[in-house]
């Protein structure tokens, strides 16, 4: 493990900031900054073999699952601990607790040279992935898509909402068995809640649910939070105790309900909730976030709301969910844009956005003025989705034991830095 | 090769069932049963070195094709035997014999270790399959892919009717000569009967027939019938002699009737054919039937019509192919539920269809309350599906000898039953 | 190298005809012939060892470039050389000088063991195309898939105008760097001209045109003189200095257009226009191509103008650009078909086409009278297009110096012709 993922992760697991944690090793703040550069930095140092061997120590003794809440440590694989039904599906972030979700960005860690494209591995080779889409989404099926391919696999892609043998009265139990027969592994978009359960109750094959309509898309929450802890990781922050800001459609939207599902896992959050009157976050949510310790405010007042929050999660109004009824109080003035950024927020808050954004003049979500802030955080957040869904497609197929070491070069030659605006933020 | 397959093999190839087959070989019917049984099984036995030399030997002996209604023995390769015009393409059932189905099951069976996940091959690494489907067909689309993933070959998809340049005037010639230059193989589903085996006179390549509207879908009945002798191979049972009931649709289905003139180069088979009045199977069927010697019996019966049959094939109506006429006498009864199949069928009575069946209450269909019996086979089907494509994939581009020596053990986890109410039937 | 291509490779690079290198070389123009038959002809011998290093140092002393219309030789990879903004795109054939151009098809030469079946690689195994298809093309999209497939990677497709975030206001920005995190190169179809330079603007990942609307579709104008090249190669012209003719609609049609762009970076052609007084060549073009020294003819007769033209280029009218307007002077003389190839054109004219064509009775199109005459080489130029379009891949990712020293051989049976009308061609 390189130096700094090996110090970032020890922080992780030990749950310490740097500056706790550079107490607790006895060393200078200073110094413990310059051993988390990365190698290419001239102000990077190498740190000392004792304090490697220090913090190896302290780690063989603490605990897995210290930061867990409480109770005792839970030693299954992940596919177990996180099974549906005793099956290994992913149908609700309900299947995380802390210690699973932080296993899972272990292995996404471990995928990132394959996602970025420095390394292929074939541990997949031979599989099928069956993709149906009964509605379309095209970013996410060919994000799992690739997923799959990167670990070696092939993909049977259906599209769309003329699946021809439902149309015909075939069941969901039927169509989810014929095809359990034929690929290893299902990812179901469905326009029904409850939906893509039903799938997985036919099957002993894996079943991903990327999105059943109002109900869930787990990996969506999932890949938002792994951004959150590796934007921290590199700002020297912590999810716990952080300030997140959610701006947009909080009743409707059901990434903002998974996300805050799994945020309340972690401990001591604040969170702004920033919507018009008749789109706020059910009270069931609220609810559960407040048992769970956390602050909650809510405020229809973009600029009261986003000032001094670490993450500003911004999503766009569903327009299709409410054909012809009037919104109330939501008027341009929503907009989350260069100059409201700059006004109220931090040098280092992080912007996210599940994506599509609505990028055309005066639309209510957040604005293109912000392409090239390195705040903006929603293209990282995408391509985290690559190692966040072959770490899922890993465990839940037995493999994430076998692809550090199945890693090879790829042959040909990738961009250093994918989109155009990258290089300024890798430069921070 | 395991000592089952070996006596199921020789059993199949000589003809025999298991009676005749101990008598043949001097052993008691309970002996030769206890090699039979899986290997796991407590009850099973070794069989001695003996047996297995004197059963080498009857087979050697025994002149191939000895299963033939007659004629010559034709050695040639199975894709020159199965030739259409020539050239290795798959357009019509009438491109077996006898031999030349078994041949083909015994490719399929060297696929199962593939087709159930727990081996993988490479063998057509590089290949390309060009899936082109003018009329939706998900499972016929997936299933080939799948299968020729397995293979190793990748596929490129081209789905409904909106093949662009079709729709500008260009002949079924020039669109089979252009894709044959991009890929491999061809599998191509077309409304119109006939037309592909215009795309099949275009090219060289493999063209394979997956639906031609009320023309064929051989690659259904090939399977069908697979599964129909894997069955009867785990139950005793030999396809000579049987009983098959046909129900449904009999006029209109292309299935059954691809089925029905495969299942005639058996011998000494009793059809019942269950249809209403209007729906019956067409005359030139059921000459070709009589003129092989089977005894056929029609009947609007269905209570009368399963009593004692060995198979039952039940079929959907398909209700877009008469719109706006009225089906008299095909009524409520002629659903096949539970009740009906426990009053009238066997316990070895192996139940079948060719899917989607209609799942919805009411429907003149397989019932879904069957769900949980054993002798529901259609799972088996559309699993055997995979085995079979392979099977017609690997022999028409000539790779069906290099198979077993390039599996090698998948790296993922796979479920030990694909569907949960498997378990129940594998326990048998 | 084998003795042929070694031999045609030295005459296009240096420039020369038959007559002109066996004069160079001192030999009788008859002898050459016989090395540059295929070696499988009755009539082929081999080169004396003398000949060969005397071709050697001829080539060695010629300056790389000497073809080229002047200037100092670039020595840089091909990639930046045709680089778009920088960034390793194709959006238009300017990209290309002659010599880029050449080199390009050097590449091209190397797949064709690959783009013929007799050979695989898996050198961009690991790798994932994103396929955008906004508008159906399946026979260019499939084309790119299978190219990229028979390079080793994978494919992810998304057709259809229905790309689902697009439709919600997201921007081509967005969208484009999104796939980009997923994806290892994208290959665009839009109906907006200049649409796919956006894309392109927006990531680093290589982005091929695969036709904007009224603007470009470079990949095709390239397989095409690829072809004629080829063609020509067997036939013992030049480029230089040939006469074509195009037909039919010269106005709308971008690929005529990209064609004669690309044709004018050769010497001394003579191109004869043929097209209906409403639908003729863009005047800009003409100037083009004048300014470079080439001779122009128009003429709306189909028989002056096809009278002694080298390379016939064919083209359908798209209907769809002029919905209801009235096309005058447009009637069925203008279909190219058997009778006026034959008493119009030489016995090595070549016949070609764009595709898809008309092959409906009385189309204003290449009449499919022509199926059987060996100088019909469009399917010649859709095979080619597969070599073209792995090169393109192969030089944009950079592995194009790794395929010739991975290639296998592959392991499955392929027609020796992949049509059946072309055995006749071969037997030429």
Redesign the interface.
């Known amino acids: 493990m390189q130096q700094q993922d090996f110090l970032r992760d020890a922080m992780r697991r030990l749950n310490l900031t740097r500056d706790a944690f550079s107490e607790r090793l006895g060393v200078r703040r200073r110094a413990l900054d310059t051993w988390l550069l990365p190698e290419a930095s001239a102000e990077s140092r190498s740190m000392p073999d004792m304090v490697s061997k220090f913090v190896g120590e302290i780690l063989q003794n603490a605990p897995r699952g210290a930061s867990a809440a409480g109770g005792g440590v839970d030693d299954r694989p992940l596919a177990q601990r996180m099974a549906a039904d005793g ?1 290994p599906h992913l149908l609700s972030v309900a299947q995380f607790d802390r210690d699973g979700l932080e296993d899972l960005f272990r292995v996404a860690d471990t995928m990132q040279p ?1 996602a970025r ?1 420095q390394k ?9 992935l ?1 993709s149906l889409f009964f509605e ?4 996410t ?3 799992f ?2 997923a799959f ?2 670990l ?1 696999g ?5 599209t ?1 909402f ?5 149309a ?4 969901i ?3 989810s ?8 592994a299902l990812v179901v978009r469905h326009p029904e809640q409850g939906s893509v359960a039903e799938f997985a ?5 894996p079943v991903i649910n990327a999105g059943d309509g109002p109900g869930e898309h787990p990996s969506q929450a999932i890949l938002d939070i792994y951004t959150i802890q590796r934007e921290f990781s590199r700002l020297g922050k912590l999810v716990d105790g952080t300030h997140v800001a959610m701006v947009g459609d909080l009743k409707y939207g059901r990434t903002v309900h998974s996300l805050i599902r799994l945020l309340a896992l972690y401990r001591g959050l604040k969170f702004t909730l920033i919507a018009p009157p008749s789109l706020e976050m059910p009270a069931y949510l609220l609810d559960l976030v407040a048992r769970n310790g956390h602050v909650v405010e809510q405020t229809p007042s973009l600029e009261q709301g986003l000032r001094g929050a670490d993450v500003v999660y911004a999503t ?1 109004i569903q327009k299709e969910r409410f054909q012809g009824e009037e919104i109330e109080g939501y008027t341009p003035e929503f907009q989350v844009g260069k100059a409201l950024v700059d006004a109220v927020c931090k040098p280092d808050t992080i912007l996210m956005h599940p ?6 003049p005066g ?1 209510n ?1 957040l604005s ?1 003025d912000l ?1 090239h802030d390195p705040r903006l955080a929603i ?1 990282r957040q ?2 985290n ?2 190692a966040v869904r072959m770490a899922l497609f890993a465990v839940l ?3 994430e034991g ?1 692809v550090a070491r199945s890693m090879r070069d ?11 605006d990258d290089a300024e933020f890798d430069e921070l």
């Open positions: 099956r394959i494209r292929v591995t074939r541990v997949l080779e031979g599989a099928v069956g379309a989404s095209t970013r099926r060919v994000s898509g690739a391919c990167r070696g092939t993909v049977c892609d259906t769309g003329t699946f021809s043998s439902m015909k009265g075939e069941s139990y039927d169509t068995r014929v095809m359990s027969g034929y690929v290893d109750r036919a099957t002993n094959i766009r994506l599509p954004r609505d990028g055309r639309a979500d293109t392409n293209f995408t391509d989705g690559i197929m037995g493999v076998q790829a042959a040909w030659r990738s961009p250093r830095h994918v989109g155009p």
